[in-house]
């Protein structure tokens, strides 16, 4: 095997490594029609590391970053061999196109179903915010707090949906493809807005708070205390918990980390509006709209 | 009773006229919680009907819209008698709210389920006209066919989930407010744009083309068959009336009366607004926020 | 001349016809590269006007569109003569090019400057009709005013500047065509948009009002006045010629064709977005981007 | 003088601090009407610095935040003397109102004019990285282009019409508060939107792609080299570059600082949004909606 695959997710973390086909393939291409499992530490695999985003240690000022990191790698296949017994395809190209298509179909269905706590969190966050801001009751701060929880419910509705509107194959359930790709395409074209409205609501302080040294010298924090608390006796170090964790979350290189994967990860854009394309079906609509004429 | 109610919805169609409150009421209003239902033709109950819309009578270039007009009345009771056996509510001001409310939750509901088929003719004659056109296979053709769909279909199945997620009292099925609002939020706040798409596809012969005399007329009609064909065989007169059809669905009164009835009929854009933001569980986004932060 | 070309407007008021090639032409196209001018009552030149938007004259219920209409034709050349000393181009494809792109350019800047006064009518409307109905105060309101204030006003600048960075070739000042697409396409992508918040203001009166003959019937107008006057002692009959003016100029056939040509007059959406990314100095924006990089 | 300011930006780097009101104020508020101007030793004057976006040396990776970053601080007057002369307003309330309205007009107008190179470097950045990426051709990077321009041209066009539009007092130029205002909502209002358009065109690798080390090292350079080339012969380390400087203006906490900017400095969003609605001429409006219904 010779070859790269950009950005593959934890693989570090595993100990096998699975490869299929990306997408539809020829005759021609046959010598790509390849798929096998092999374990990590196999001569001439080799793991190129991003550091993107490494090195925030801080759980004060990275509540979630500081934790939580999903190591992405550039992943070489440098003359790798393949025993014959970890081989699943080997040039039967017809194969390639419906082994791509089913990992994509199940795999945008749990990227719609993991995405789903993220949202929460921007929602929870920003309800917290405007609170601890005393700034809720604002008639512009409601018409921010409603779009994101229409956004967030949207996108879990349309989840709950692409699973119950499921097919059942052999035992197994796979999920509602147009819905699916509906939901994905929802959830990324407005993660965006999503940020911009939180961030809107939480204030400068996301990108201007002190730091944890300050909190923790009596000399500055008394300056803290009396100018950063929040409304209703909130105190500046709870006001500034929760602006870190929304600063985490949409300022940091997480934030930006989440961002990227939101119009990128399990399926960009333009992949997610062919699929919803393809999927609907358009002569019954059609035939629907040449009904009415007659 | 003395009062009027605007825009009653075909009234004059019906037999027997219910009254109810259209909102909360305190003890001051008492005089206000009233609820009865009285025949159409009591002594002083008056209907003013709008002459909005009515008296295109060509079901060529109105295709929808000749067959079909709600008649909207202002509802006058200038000094109506009901009688005592007519009578729900005479001043009980505790249940002019839930009357109310309970209303609204089963109309709105109602709402986004009859506004389906209106959408999937939107979709069905973008992708026909689009065709006709012979343009679908156009990238920006394509682009907005799948934003059309999605909007469709998030409002389908938004609705569905309403439905799905329901509570059930005394054997009845109450729908889920909150995702019902949500999904009429949807549908009203993406309406005009989804006019626009359609609008685009179709092109300028919406307001244009010629009428039903020229195409009757073999002098002019050899023009419009030569100039105004569509795409693979398609004759001018099925473009024409595919064209007339999206005209009497967007640019007519019609189209006007449908695009108002969108952000108004069954609850303005502000309405749900404040329904989402009230029953969503912001106690639970803020605690699964906090539960981050520690 | 055989040939024919689709929504001419106002032709049958004017007294001359000019044609000239609609866009780049290449030799094997030269048959087509003409350009002439020719009375309107030359032999075998045929007008099909469309019937679309006629027939309302109540100046109470459409105050614009009852005495304002253009009148769209097919133009149709029916082996057309045209005498030589009227022929302006005959066969020179080289020049077919420059003269539909001289034409462009010209025209789509006239398109945003007449566009504006019926921007500043559609926010002038909306801040009469949110007083008459007594809402301007509301913070949702003040929102949808600013919106469309701003809508307005940013083509009105575009606009300016177009004319501001023109340039003057042989003593003829021809404004920036990269600018006057993208106050183009501004106003044209947004254009729904506006309705939408127009309509949003009015009410659903705008498809629901009594009729002319009902204001002038004592018997209903007493109902109209007691239940349908504005804010701070507006009439009745005040607010409904205000929302009759918004509905003729939203949700009529007028409204619908002013919708249309939005999109569609003086170049398409598409067509713009080509133009402006043609006219954008790219080069210089990728040379920037390469010095920051250094 | 006791009291805190939030945000103050790169006052560490000044000799002078400047200190005004921040709005009007009654005379209730007197003890706050104060304007002066003071060494930044002062005794009791404390800045406490934000740790924010520190600490990105390597150039290849941050090509733009590891050179630049403002400092920003939550400044404190515990009890700071001001002397006599360096005090420019003691109590005069009536000022508070004007000095803040005037600082704030000149203000918004320098923010509109600093934001335009950031958005040509996104712009250009954009274009190039298409270019490096071998999509440049495809219809919807092309659209997505197209909006990228639109929106950096429309906010230079309404900056130079804010200063054409000028009305000169004692021979200083102030620019059209109206306009300054309108053309730094658009820029607030759309930056988050320009973000998601910048990322989806550069690819996954803004956040996976491989660190600097990896680039000196001759064993994992050759994989890089292979496998991250971009189109035309540009070598994977131009790539990258372009890859890091857009990854450092949109995903790094540097990007971060600069989404919060635009919608929170020099002025929020509803603060942009009262002044539009408050510097419009409304009467006039209003008049010229009037004039069209009789």
Redesign the interface.
């Known amino acids: 095997m010779r070859g790269?695959k950009?950005?593959t997710s934890v693989t570090p973390n595993a100990n096998e490594l699975f490869v299929i086909p990306t997408r539809n393939l020829t005759e021609t291409d046959k010598d790509y029609a390849v798929a096998f499992c092999i374990p990590l530490n196999t001569a001439g695999l080799?793991m190129?590391?991003?550091?993107?985003?490494r090195?925030h240690e801080s759980t004060f000022?990275h509540?979630?970053s500081s934790g939580h990191k999903m190591m992405?790698?550039?992943t070489?296949f440098?003359d790798v061999f393949v025993p014959n017994d970890r081989v699943f395809l080997n040039g039967e190209w017809q194969f390639a196109g419906p082994l791509a298509k089913t990992f994509v179909e199940f795999h945008r269905f749990t990227a719609i179903s993991y995405k789903l706590?993220l949202l929460?969190?921007l929602?929870?966050?920003a309800?917290?915010i405007a609170?601890q801001n005393g700034i809720e009751k604002a008639?512009?701060v409601?018409?921010k707090?409603?779009w994101l929880?229409?956004y967030a419910?949207?996108v879990r509705?349309?989840t709950?949906?692409a699973a119950?509107e499921c097919t059942v194959k052999d035992g197994i359930a796979i999920s509602n493809t147009?819905?699916v790709n509906?939901a994905k395409?929802?959830f990324a074209?407005n993660?965006?807005?999503a940020?911009?409205h939180v961030?809107?609501l939480a204030?400068?302080?996301?990108?201007?708070?002190?730091?944890?040294?300050?909190l923790k010298n009596p000399e500055?924090l008394k300056?803290?205390d009396?100018?950063?608390g929040g409304s209703s006796g909130v105190s500046a170090e709870q006001r500034l918990?929760?602006l870190n964790?929304i600063?985490d979350l949409?300022?940091?290189?997480f934030?930006?980390?989440q961002?990227?994967?939101a119009?990128?990860?399990e399926g960009?854009?333009?992949a997610e509006?062919l699929t919803?394309?393809r999927e609907?079906d358009?002569a019954?609509?059609?035939?629907?709209?040449?009904s009415?004429?007659t």
Chains 1, 2, 3, 4 share one sequence.
């Open positions: 790269a950009v950005h080799k190129i590391a991003s550091p993107y985003g090195g000022t509540p979630v992405e790698t550039l070489v440098d706590p929460d969190l929602v929870g966050s309800l917290l609170e008639s512009h409601r018409e707090l409603t929880i229409s419910q949207t509705m349309l709950k949906m119950i147009q819905v509906i395409l929802h074209s993660y965006h807005q940020l911009m961030q809107d204030g400068g302080l996301l990108v201007t708070a002190p730091g944890e040294g300050d500055t300056y803290i009396r100018y950063l918990r929760t964790m600063s949409t300022t940091s290189e934030g930006g980390y961002a990227v994967l119009i990128h990860a960009s854009l333009e509006k919803i394309l609907y358009q019954s609509a059609k035939n629907y709209a040449r009415i004429l």
